[in-house]
């Protein structure tokens, strides 16, 4: 099934396709034909949140039925805002898992049809590396090797990339993922879905002195190697809200203090982490992707934890942290050019669960 693809000496253009979970994105990517940076010619997004927080998460079953809804205006939109036709795009690719089985079924069969019918190749992609990579969508993408802390609703690792399609796996959570454990402990806060930005907001009015007193574990921060746990967060923070509560004292002030203390926490275990790592590999640069690192607190703990030890930290455009089809494009346009097999559609399957370095 696997054929090589002839690339013309123009820069290919790519269609991404991402529904992983409760976003569906499609976009379009190429290459500066003058600088050779990764270039996002037209995207299209849509978000499913207000429709997943009347039930306080991801309902999967309505996550694919909306997928199926929206992958047909979002390509149009998307080829509208590029101001291209369907016939210039040159490989089609989509995330191939890991993520939810029925919404990834959605892009993987769209993609793939669209392939057929256009008959041109098709780029299987796994959407942490979409993540891993987003940050290389930019004027001045940092160069490799690197460092990457990828920070997702679902994956806590540090990954040592030395280029494309060759990722060593650092260290990982053993438990809950930092999105995980930010939506959690927003829910006890009384907070909606999705939890990260909302605990974030909230804790942006937090006393200071308040925050201060309030003693979180940073879990695994001196275990001395690269792996992290977040679950005992959530349960210190369980303790901390029912005490509250039965003491008739959880007001909007303490309330606001334990999200600023959630997120110190959180953010602490991830700069120490991630500054091991550098120093653990040599390496001197360090390149944030996924959800969380749209979070500001961390944003700003890393800029300066980096900007002490002369280190360079790089995050994607806050648009592309969370999922959307342009990381999911280029993943596919720089396999692409790194000489991946891509095979003619006609036949389709999804990895609900894919190791990246599997991938
Ligand atoms: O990468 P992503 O969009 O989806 C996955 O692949 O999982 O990440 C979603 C996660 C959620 O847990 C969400 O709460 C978190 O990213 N998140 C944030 C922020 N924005 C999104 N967490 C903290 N602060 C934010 N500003
Ligand atoms: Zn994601």
Redesign the pocket.
């Known amino acids: 099934m696997n054929q090589p693809v002839a690339i013309a000496s123009k820069p290919p253009i790519v269609l991404g396709v991402e529904s992983?979970?409760?976003?569906t994105g499609v976009a379009l990517v190429t290459l500066d034909p003058l600088t050779g940076a990764p270039r996002l010619l037209g995207q299209a997004l849509h978000t499913q949140v207000t429709m997943h927080a009347a039930y306080g998460g991801v309902v999967p079953e309505l996550a694919s039925r909306d997928h199926i809804r929206r992958v047909v205006p979002l390509l149009r939109q998307s080829l509208d805002d590029a101001g291209m036709s369907l016939e210039a795009v040159d490989a089609i690719a989509y995330t191939a898992g890991p993520?939810l089985a029925g919404a990834l079924l959605v892009g993987s069969a769209f993609a793939e049809a669209l392939a057929f019918a256009l008959d041109k190749p098709v780029l299987p992609v796994h959407?942490?590396e979409g993540?891993l990579l987003s940050p290389l969508l930019a004027d001045v993408p940092p160069a490799f090797p690197f460092v990457a802390l990828l920070?997702?609703?679902?994956?806590t690792q540090l990954m040592r990339v030395t280029q494309v399609g060759e990722y060593e796996l650092l260290g990982e959570t053993l438990d809950d993922?930092?999105?995980?454990a930010?939506?959690k402990t927003?829910k006890l806060l009384g907070l909606g879905?999705?939890?990260?930005?909302?605990?974030?907001?909230l804790a942006e009015s937090a006393d200071p002195a308040l925050v201060a007193e309030i003693k979180l574990p940073r879990p695994m921060l001196h275990s001395g190697d690269l792996e992290f746990s977040f679950a005992g967060l959530k349960t210190a923070v369980l303790t901390r809200v029912k005490a509250a509560e039965a003491a008739g004292v959880l007001t909007d002030v303490l309330r606001a203090a334990l999200a600023a203390a959630v997120?110190q926490a959180?953010a602490e275990v991830l700069v120490m982490k991630s500054v091991q790592a550098l120093k653990q590999t040599g390496l001197n640069r360090l390149v944030v992707?996924?959800?969380?690192?749209?979070?500001?607190?961390?944003r700003e703990s890393l800029i300066t934890a980096c900007r002490r030890r002369q280190y360079t930290v790089n995050f994607p455009d806050l648009s592309l942290?969370?999922?959307n089809g342009a990381m999911i494009a280029l993943a596919g346009l720089l396999r692409l050019l790194a000489g991946a097999d891509t095979k003619m559609a006609g036949g389709f399957a999804v990895k609900p669960r894919w190791p990246l370095i599997d991938a």
């Open positions: 992983s979970c409760d976003e993520g959407h942490l993540h920070v997702s609703g679902g994956h993922a930092a999105g995980e930010f939506d927003a879905y999705p939890g990260g930005p909302a605990l974030s907001k997120e959180i992707a996924g959800g969380v690192g749209a979070n500001r607190h961390l942290c969370t999922d």
